[in-house]
Every structure is written in structure tokens, then in C-alpha cells.
């Protein structure tokens, strides 16, 4: 193993802290979007993600992610975290494997908590941790392997995904249709009206995101170096682009410009740079973050024309926020932003090869995450029914879960009889 080095590992601890707040962002961000009855509900489920997922991911998750074995799976001679003093296989670490091992926990517990959203107001809570704690073994970690790993076949064929837009962001997407359709839609859904309660609660979680995602995405460089600095860059850059495009299409489509679309286009910008800030030189990072905040503002109406109920649009902006990411790699991707670049983009001269790889990886990633989800989801539904009863979902999953509300204004509780 190379020599550790101070500077180095004092950065990888402030980007796991930052990965880390990125979760109850997210808790935030989509407790804001629900109904009042249900946000304690949607704040559990997140943060619920961390404490289940850190489990599966210390006993056995890590290892199948990360130790040796073969292109598709990795073996269990990390089990339960042992061996931390040896080598990660394929990383010339200079950090302790202890802290990799805890900065990639949180990209595992972020996914998890993402799924959270497609499902929001209908599903049990208990439900939801059994999901959590199979999902993150026998899906995210052979994902994770693929892509992350220097011995994963998609690694290995030459994919470029600096940060997750295979692991994390078309895997939830992908895997929230999946529990979507097992799970069923929203009661009255697309009926009623289901607006967001909180925005100010939305707009919160939007910043704590857009802060941690700048220890998401520069961490992934592992040295605090130049290439971390061009990931952040990048990173704001895109979610710039993302926000303002957002603005001015809704503002063109509409008449308005909204607090909802500000953050919702950031987050899809941030979303889209994700596999691509180590690549990107810091224009094409701005259009690309434009490109997905258009993108995904058309992309969240889909549901609507199809009939699946994803509550707060995690296909829509993770799903494809994260194909956008990937293939505009295949245009953009730049030696000049990180040597390590064998194949540019196309519009670089680098030809199409690029382009065929990363279109590799969505169909991968997209087909591994639909599939497996939609098969685990079943088998659990039918095990563990993971819909909330009727009388539940009426009165709000806070009361009947948790007998708790959110909100006492003056004694009157946010329940179903409380206008939400």
C-alpha cells in the first residue's frame, strides 16, 4: 500500500462527513414535498436508510463491493470489515482503507434513502427497512462492484462514471419505478392535488444537498488535489446550469418561475454531474447542467401520460438526470480536465467508442436495477405486505406509524382530519 498521506486523508473525512449530511438534506427536501400527514413519515424513512444500511454495508455489503474476487462480484475477505489493514484491490490508496470503506457507506445509505421518495406516502415503514436491508446487499453492492471496482466489468470495459451516475443515480431511479409498481399508486392519485406542504422545508434540503454533493463528487478523487478541485468546479457549475435552465422554461412554459422548480433544477444539475465532474472542463459542465435541467423538467411529466406514481419524481430527475450525465460524457469527456481520459468525446475528436460505452452502462445499470428490485420487491410484498392499509394512508403514515405529527398548531394535530 503507498504511504498515507495527512492532507489526503483530512480531506477523504470532511468529504464522508459531507456525503453524510447529504442524507438528512434529502429528509428535508422530500418531507417538504408531501403532504403535512406524512412528513415525519418520509424523515423516518431517510434517516432510517442510515442505520440499516450501515449495517448490511459493514457486515457484508463492503466486501461483495470491493474485495477480491471476480468482474462481477467481489469476495468476503472484507466481511465484517476485517482486514482494513491490508490493500482495497485495484486503488493505490493514500488513505486508510478504513476511511474508503466508510466514505463509500455513504454513497450505499444515500441511494437507499433516494428510493424513499418514488414511494413516498404509501409504504410501511417496517416494509421499508426489510427493503433497505436486502436492496443494499443484493443490489447496490454488486453495482457498486461493476462500476466502482477496478476488477468490475464495467471498470474494466472502459466506463466513465467518477462519482455514481451508474451506482447511485440511474440505480435509484431505476429501482424506485421498480418498487413503484409493486408497491401501487398513491390513493386518489392523479385525481387529487398533492402539493408540497413545506417548501421553505424543501428549500433547505435542496442547499444541505447542494453543500454535501461538493464532498460527493470532489471526494471521489480520493487526493486533495487539482482533479478534486475541477470536480467541484464542475459540480456548482452544472448545478448553476440546471437551476437557471429550469427557471426559464418554466417561466416560458407557465408564466411563472417557482421555488419548487429552483430546486428541483438544481438538484437535477447536480444529479447529471455527478458521473461527470472529473471529465468535464468547467463550460461543458455548465451546459451540461442546462441540458438536464430542461431535460428533466420534461421528464418529470412522463409519469403522468404512463400512470405510474412516482411521488416526488426520483425516475424523473435521478434516473434521468444520471443517463444525461453519462452519455454527454460521450460528447464532452476531456483529457484536459483529467489525464486519465483514454477515449474523449466526440465532439473532442475522440470518435464514437466512448459513446458506445457509456450507452453500456445505462442499459446495465438500468436493466440490473429494474430487474432485481422489481424481482426483490415482490417476493417481499408477498412475505412482508409493504403497502399501508387504506385507513393508514387516510389519516397520514405519521399517526398511524409513528404516533407522532410534525405539526401542533394550538393542539390541532396534522392528522387526516387537519387540511394537509
Known amino acids: 500500500m ?3 498521506d495527512s492532507g489526503d486523508t483530512a480531506w477523504l473525512l470532511v468529504c464522508t462527513a459531507l456525503v453524510l449530511l447529504m442524507t438528512p438534506g434529502l429528509a428535508f427536501f422530500y418531507a417538504g414535498m408531501v403532504r403535512a400527514k406524512n412528513a415525519l413519515a418520509m424523515l423516518m424513512q431517510t434517516y432510517a436508510a442510515i442505520g440499516v444500511v450501515t449495517v448490511t454495508w459493514v457486515l457484508v455489503g463492503y466486501s461483495l463491493a470491493f474485495a477480491d474476487g471476480n468482474r462481477v462480484l467481489g469476495g468476503l475477505h472484507f466481511l465484517g470489515l476485517a482486514n482494513q489493514d491490508e490493500p482495497v484491490p485495484g486503488f493505490d490508496l493514500t488513505v486508510p482503507p478504513l476511511l474508503f470503506s466508510m466514505f463509500q457507506l455513504m454513497f450505499a445509505v444515500i441511494t437507499v434513502a433516494l428510493i424513499a421518495g418514488a414511494v ?8 421499508f427497512v426489510a427493503f433497505a436491508a436486502l436492496w443494499s446487499v443484493v443490489v447496490y453492492a454488486p453495482l457498486a462492484h461493476w462500476a466502482f471496482s477496478p476488477d468490475g466489468f464495467l471498470f474494466k470495459a472502459g466506463v466513465l462514471d467518477f462519482a455514481g451516475g451508474t451506482v447511485v443515480e440511474i440505480n435509484s431511479g431505476a429501482s424506485g419505478l421498480a418498487l413503484a409498481l409493486v408497491v401501487g399508486k398513491r390513493m386518489g392519485w392523479p385525481r387529487e392535488a398533492m402539493p408540497p406542504h413545506s417548501l421553505p422545508l424543501t428549500l433547505l434540503g435542496a442547499g444541505l444537498l ?7 463528487n470532489a471526494g471521489s478523487a480520493l487526493h486533495a488535489d487539482g482533479l478534486a478541485v475541477n470536480a467541484l468546479v464542475a ?15 418554466e417561466r416560458w412554459r407557465t408564466g411563472s418561475a417557482t421555488t419548487l422548480g429552483a430546486a428541483t433544477g438544481a438538484v437535477a444539475g447536480l444529479v447529471a454531474i455527478t458521473p461527470a465532474c472529473g471529465f468535464l472542463q468547467p463550460l461543458p459542465a455548465l451546459l451540461l447542467g442546462a441540458v438536464a435541467g430542461v431535460v428533466c423538467l420534461y421528464a418529470v411529466q412522463v409519469k403522468f ?6 411521488s416526488l419524481d426520483v425516475v ?9 450525465g453519462l452519455l454527454f460524457l460521450g460528447l464532452f469527456a476531456a483529457e484536459a480536465a483529467n489525464p486519465g481520459v483514454v477515449r474523449e468525446g466526440l465532439l473532442l475528436g475522440g470518435g464514437l467508442d466512448l459513446m458506445g460505452r457509456q450507452l453500456l452502462a445505462v442499459v446495465v445499470a438500468t436493466a440490473w436495477a429494474f430487474g432485481a428490485t422489481y424481482l426483490l420487491a415482490k417476493a417481499l410484498d408477498r412475505v412482508y405486505p409493504l403497502r399501508v392499509a387504506e385507513e393508514h394512508e387516510v389519516v397520514g403514515l405519521d399517526q398511524a406509524l409513528h404516533a407522532e405529527s410534525a405539526y401542533d398548531l394550538g393542539g390541532v394535530r396534522a392528522t387526516g382530519r387537519f387540511p394537509a
Open 2 to 4: 503507498t504511504s498515507l
Open 120 to 127: 413516498a406516502d404509501r409504504m410501511r415503514f417496517g416494509g
Open 210 to 216: 447542494w453543500f454535501g454533493w461538493f464532498g460527493f
Open 235 to 249: 459540480t456548482h457549475l452544472s448545478g448553476v446550469g440546471g437551476m437557471l435552465a429550469w427557471l426559464v422554461v
Open 305 to 310: 401520460r404512463f400512470g405510474y406514481d412516482d
Open 316 to 324: 424523473g430527475v435521478h434516473f434521468v438526470g444520471g443517463v444525461v
